[in-house]
C-alpha cells in the first residue's frame, strides 16, 4: 500500500506540474484569451490541441514503470482536452496519445489496453462537453477518467496470457491510477476560473459601453462636427485609446489623439480596410502600422455605424501598441458599435422631427399673417378719405406688426414685444369698432417669453366670435399671471361665450378650414409645450389661457 501511495504522490507531482503550466499560460493574454472563448477558430484549436497532446505523450514518457506497465497522467490531460475544449480536440489527443502509448511499447502486456482506453477518454470527455452543463462538467470528468482507468484495469486481465501476471499488474497501479484522476477537476475548474473571469471582464465592458453612451448621449442631440470630436475625444479617454476617428461612408468626419495634427477633417477614407468593413458591416481588428497613415499606429479596430441596417459610417479605434486588442475589448466594440448606431438614429429621427416641428410651425403662421392683413388693409382703406390722418397712424400701426412678423425666428421671445403687436392689432380694430372693443393688459410676469404670433389670434378671436357678437361694449383682458411653479398667459372676454361645439371641434381635430385662428394657436401651442390651450366657457364670455412651466 505504501508504494501505491508513493505512486500517487508522484502521479500528483505530475498533474501538479500541468497545473502550473496551465496557469502560467493563462497568465499569457494571448493564450488567456483562447481560453475565455466559447468559439474558436481552426488555428487556435490546432494550438490548443497540440498543448494538451504534447503534455498526453509528455505523461507517458514521464511515468513510473510498474512491471511493464507505467503509472502517468494521460487519462488525466486526455479528459481533461475533451471536457474543456469539445469532442475535436478530445479525440485527436486521445487518438494520438493512445497510439504513442502502444507505439513506445508494441507487444507490451498493457500497450493496447492503454491504446483503447486513451481513444474511449477523448471520445466521451468530449461528449460530456457538448451534453452536460458547465457547473457539473469537473464532476462528470472525475466519473469519466475514474471509468477509463478502470476500462483500462479489465482490459489488462482480460487481455494478459498469464492471469496471475494481469493481477500483479492491477493490483499494483490500480489505486494511484484512478485515484488520480481527481486532478481531472482541478484543471477544468482552474480553466473555468479563466472562463469565469471572461463574463467578469464582460461585465465591465459593458458597464464602460453604457458610460460611454450616457456621457456622449447630449452630444448626439445636435450632429456636427465639433460634437462629434467630442464624443471621440470621449471614447478615447473612456478605452484608454491612442486616438479616435469617425467617418461616414466617404469622409473622415472627426479625429482625435496621436497625430491629429496630420490629419485632414474631411479628407477620403483612404484605408482600405475601412473600405472593405463599411462594404461588409463587420467589426474588423488590422494589426498592421501601413493601414494608417500617421506613423506609429499599429493597431486600428474599426466599427460600422448601421442606420437602419445600412452602414452609414465607421467608428475607429487607434493604438500605438500592436496585439492590444482583446477579445473583451473586441466584444465590448460591438455593444460600442451597436449603442452609437442606435444614438445616431434617435439624434437623425429627431432632427427631423424639430425640421418637421419647424416647417409646420411657419405654415400656421403664415395662414394666420394674410387672415389679420385682409382685415387691416379693408379698415386703412375705409378710412383713407374719411379720417386721412387716422389712416396714416393705422398704416404705422400695420407696419410696425409687419416688421415684427418679418423679424420673427424659431425662438420664443419677450413677452413685451408680442404685446407690442397686440397693441398694434388692437389700435387698428379700435378704429374699426370703436368703443364696442376695449382691451386690458394685466402683465404681471413680465420677465417671460414666449411663442411670436401666439397672443394676437387669440385677441382677435376674443374680439370677433366673442364681445362683437354682443350688442353692448366689451372687453377683453390680456394677463399674464405668476402662479409660482409657472406662468399662465390668458385672454379673455365678456361675450356670449364660445360654443361647446367649437371647443370640442379643437380639441378633436375637427376644425372648419375657415375658422384657423384658434386651432392653429392650440396646435402651436401643443407643438411647443406639449400640451394645447384650455379653453373655458364663463358666464357670460370665454376664456383661454395655456402654461408655461417654470423649466421653460
Same mark, same amino acid.
Given at each position: ?24 499560460? &493563462?497568465?499569457?493574454?494571448?493564450? +488567456? ?104 462538467? *469537473? ?27 494481469? *493481477?500483479?499488474?492491477?493490483? +499494483? ?26 463574463? %467578469? ?20 442631440? /445636435? ?14 479617454? +473612456? ?39 463599411? %462594404? ?72 427631423? =422631427? ?12 403664415? =395662414? ?10 379693408? &379698415? ?57 372693443? /376695449? ?15 401666439? #397672443?394676437?389670434?387669440?385677441?382677435? /378671436? ?5 364681445? #362683437? ?44 378650414? +375657415?375658422?384657423?385662428?384658434?386651432? /392653429? ?28 412651466? %417654470?423649466?421653460?
Amino acid at each position: 500500500m505504501t508504494s501505491s501511495l508513493e505512486m500517487l504522490f508522484r502521479m500528483c507531482e505530475r498533474a501538479a506540474l500541468l497545473l502550473t503550466i496551465l496557469f502560467l499560460l &493563462t497568465r499569457i493574454p494571448r493564450f +488567456k484569451e483562447i481560453f475565455q472563448r466559447e468559439n474558436h477558430s481552426a488555428f487556435e484549436m490546432t494550438v490548443i490541441t497540440t498543448i494538451f497532446t504534447l503534455f498526453a505523450v509528455f505523461s507517458s514518457y514521464s511515468g513510473i514503470p510498474v512491471d511493464g506497465s507505467l503509472v502517468n497522467i494521460r487519462i488525466v490531460t486526455v479528459v481533461s482536452s475533451g471536457i474543456l475544449f469539445g469532442p475535436v480536440v478530445g479525440t485527436i489527443t486521445g487518438f494520438i496519445a493512445g497510439l504513442h502509448r502502444y507505439l513506445i511499447d508494441i507487444g507490451g502486456v498493457t500497450s493496447v489496453p492503454c491504446f483503447i482506453s486513451s481513444a474511449i477518454a477523448g471520445i466521451v470527455s468530449g461528449l460530456i462537453h457538448m451534453r452536460v452543463k458547465k457547473s457539473r462538467r *469537473w464532476i462528470y470528468g472525475i466519473i469519466t477518467g475514474m471509468g477509463c482507468e478502470a476500462l483500462t484495469m479489465i482490459l489488462i486481465l482480460l487481455m494478459t496470457q498469464s492471469f496471475s501476471v494481469g *493481477w500483479t499488474i492491477v493490483s +499494483k497501479i490500480a489505486f494511484p491510477m484512478i485515484a488520480g484522476d481527481l486532478n481531472i477537476g482541478l484543471i477544468v475548474l482552474l480553466i473555468q476560473s479563466v472562463e469565469g473571469e471572461r463574463e %467578469r471582464i464582460a461585465s465591465r465592458q459593458a458597464k464602460l459601453s453604457l458610460d460611454i453612451a450616457n456621457q456622449t448621449l447630449p452630444y448626439f442631440r /445636435n450632429i456636427n462636427s465639433e460634437s462629434l470630436k467630442k464624443i471621440c475625444t470621449i471614447i478615447k479617454d +473612456k478605452i484608454h485609446a491612442d486616438a479616435t476617428a469617425m467617418t461616414d461612408t466617404k469622409d473622415v468626419l472627426a479625429y482625435v489623439g496621436f497625430g491629429e495634427e496630420r490629419y485632414h477633417i474631411g479628407g477620403g477614407v483612404v484605408s482600405d480596410i475601412t473600405k472593405q468593413a463599411i %462594404r461588409t458591416g463587420e467589426i474588423t481588428v488590422a494589426h498592421y502600422e501601413k493601414e494608417h497613415h500617421i506613423p506609429g499606429i499599429k493597431d486600428v479596430l474599426i466599427m460600422p455605424l448601421k442606420e437602419n441596417n445600412i452602414v452609414t459610417g465607421t467608428l475607429k479605434i487607434y493604438f500605438k501598441k500592436a496585439y492590444v486588442m482583446t477579445h473583451a475589448m473586441q466584444t465590448m466594440a460591438i455593444g460600442l458599435s451597436q449603442i452609437i448606431s442606435t444614438l445616431m438614429e434617435v439624434s437623425r429621427v429627431q432632427q427631423m =422631427k424639430e425640421a418637421a416641428d419647424k416647417a409646420e410651425l411657419k405654415a400656421l403662421q403664415t =395662414k394666420i399673417n394674410p387672415h389679420f392683413l385682409f382685415n387691416a388693409l379693408n &379698415t386703412i382703406a375705409s378710412l383713407t378719405r374719411t379720417n386721412p390722418a387716422k389712416a396714416r397712424e393705422l398704416i404705422i400701426n400695420l407696419s410696425g406688426y409687419m416688421r415684427y412678423n418679418l423679424e420673427l425666428t424659431d425662438e420664443r421671445i419677450d413677452i413685451n414685444k408680442e404685446i407690442k403687436q397686440v397693441k398694434d392689432y388692437v389700435a387698428i380694430e379700435q378704429a374699426r369698432f370703436g368703443d364696442r372693443v /376695449n382691451v386690458r393688459y394685466d402683465i404681471e410676469a413680465r420677465d417671460v417669453r414666449i411663442p411670436s404670433l401666439i #397672443l394676437q389670434p387669440l385677441v382677435e /378671436n376674443a374680439i370677433k366670435h366673442g364681445i #362683437l357678437k354682443s350688442k353692448t361694449p366689451g372687453q377683453v383682458t390680456i394677463s399674464a399671471r405668476d402662479l409660482d411653479d409657472k406662468i399662465r398667459i390668458s385672454v379673455t372676454d365678456t361675450g356670449p361665450g364660445i360654443d361647446r361645439k367649437i371647443i370640442d371641434d379643437v380639441y378633436k381635430d375637427n376644425m372648419s378650414v +375657415k375658422k384657423i385662428g384658434l386651432y /392653429n394657436v392650440h396646435q402651436r401651442v401643443k407643438l411647443i409645450y406639449g400640451k394645447g390651450l384650455v379653453i373655458r366657457r364663463l358666464s357670460p364670455g370665454t376664456e383661454v389661457y395655456f402654461d408655461i412651466e %417654470r423649466a421653460e
